[in-house]
């Protein structure tokens, strides 16, 4: 079996060919003039490797499965999972579809940190990788709080602050629409501190921006983030260092210029 890369994932893919000890297999990814991805895959056997992290990741990802007799679909970043229920009437369930499609072209999927239970629970047989740990390990020399900017993190930020050795704590949060959230101060002890918060998406930044701002309020020393998935919509790294975040600290999930911790080994160590 070789090595597949995807367009959303070459660095990351050879990082895990490295770490598995496993070939880069023979894949062109192309665009023909009016937009449409082209993909040629010379291969049998192959595990693919490319996050989702828009339409054409999709597309191409798809359409490199479907040309393999056997496929191993590794998708560090899995996007439309947070679409994991119809919030209303009529809504496509985009997780549901996703997983369809990916578990009727791959004996395997392998994911990182999907963004909730409901959305793995799509799938008939999933692996979804934790790279928290990585994220503690990270700051491990460092005098550091960890905080989670909602309740929904709490397990992530315990995780990472385990491996951090450090103390943590959470807020709660509560989402207004897709681009507003609202976070409550809670009495939490950051005055004087480096904190990071810690989540496991930084997508329009909302969350973590505001956060910010209450740790600030609460005479928190620097406050810089970290996650998995630096989605970064929208500007969002401006934002974020609008509101004095200090640092961003992502894995390579999403290969981007925060991108400093890798999950190479992780995803190497399962398949
Ligand atoms: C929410 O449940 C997630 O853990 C993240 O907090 C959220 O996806 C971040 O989104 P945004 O950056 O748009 O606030």
Redesign the pocket.
């Given at each position: 079996m070789k090595i597949i890369p995807c367009p959303s994932s070459p660095l990351l893919a050879r990082r895990v060919a490295e770490a598995s000890r496993l070939e880069v297999g023979n894949a062109v990814f192309r665009r023909f003039p009016d937009g449409e991805l082209y993909v040629r895959v010379q291969e049998k056997e192959g595990v693919v490797v490319g996050s989702i992290n828009s339409n054409d990741d999709l597309i191409a990802l798809i359409f490199a499965l479907d040309v393999l007799d056997k496929a191993k679909a590794v998708v560090p970043y899995m996007g439309y999972a947070?679409q994991d229920k119809a919030f209303q009437e009529g809504e496509a369930v985009s997780i549901k579809i996703l997983a369809e499609i990916l578990e009727s072209k791959a004996e395997e999927v392998i994911t990182v940190n999907i963004?909730?239970r409901e959305a793995a629970s799509h799938f008939k047989n999933l692996i979804n990788l934790d790279a928290m740990s990585l994220i503690g390990e990270h700051f491990a020399e460092k005098d550091v709080v960890m905080i989670s900017?909602?309740k929904?993190?709490l397990e992530r930020v315990k995780t990472a602050a385990k491996y951090a050795a450090c103390e943590w704590d959470y807020m709660e949060?509560k989402?207004i629409d897709?681009?507003t959230?609202e976070i409550t101060p809670k009495s939490i002890d950051v005055e004087g501190k480096d904190v990071v918060i810690v989540?496991?998406?930084?997508?329009?930044?909302?969350?973590?921006?505001e956060a910010a701002k209450i740790l600030y309020s609460l005479g928190a020393k620097s406050v810089s983030a970290a996650c998995v998935h630096a989605?970064l919509?929208d500007n969002?790294a401006i934002k974020l260092f609008n509101v004095g975040i200090k640092d961003i600290i992502a894995t390579d999930t999403i290969e981007c210029a925060f991108s400093r911790i890798s999950v190479a080994e992780l995803i190497a160590g399962s398949i």
């Amino acid at each position: 079996m070789k090595i597949i890369p995807c367009p959303s994932s070459p660095l990351l893919a050879r990082r895990v060919a490295e770490a598995s000890r496993l070939e880069v297999g023979n894949a062109v990814f192309r665009r023909f003039p009016d937009g449409e991805l082209y993909v040629r895959v010379q291969e049998k056997e192959g595990v693919v490797v490319g996050s989702i992290n828009s339409n054409d990741d999709l597309i191409a990802l798809i359409f490199a499965l479907d040309v393999l007799d056997k496929a191993k679909a590794v998708v560090p970043y899995m996007g439309y999972a947070r679409q994991d229920k119809a919030f209303q009437e009529g809504e496509a369930v985009s997780i549901k579809i996703l997983a369809e499609i990916l578990e009727s072209k791959a004996e395997e999927v392998i994911t990182v940190n999907i963004h909730s239970r409901e959305a793995a629970s799509h799938f008939k047989n999933l692996i979804n990788l934790d790279a928290m740990s990585l994220i503690g390990e990270h700051f491990a020399e460092k005098d550091v709080v960890m905080i989670s900017p909602d309740k929904g993190s709490l397990e992530r930020v315990k995780t990472a602050a385990k491996y951090a050795a450090c103390e943590w704590d959470y807020m709660e949060k509560k989402r207004i629409d897709a681009t507003t959230v609202e976070i409550t101060p809670k009495s939490i002890d950051v005055e004087g501190k480096d904190v990071v918060i810690v989540d496991d998406i930084i997508s329009t930044g909302g969350t973590v921006a505001e956060a910010a701002k209450i740790l600030y309020s609460l005479g928190a020393k620097s406050v810089s983030a970290a996650c998995v998935h630096a989605v970064l919509a929208d500007n969002a790294a401006i934002k974020l260092f609008n509101v004095g975040i200090k640092d961003i600290i992502a894995t390579d999930t999403i290969e981007c210029a925060f991108s400093r911790i890798s999950v190479a080994e992780l995803i190497a160590g399962s398949i």
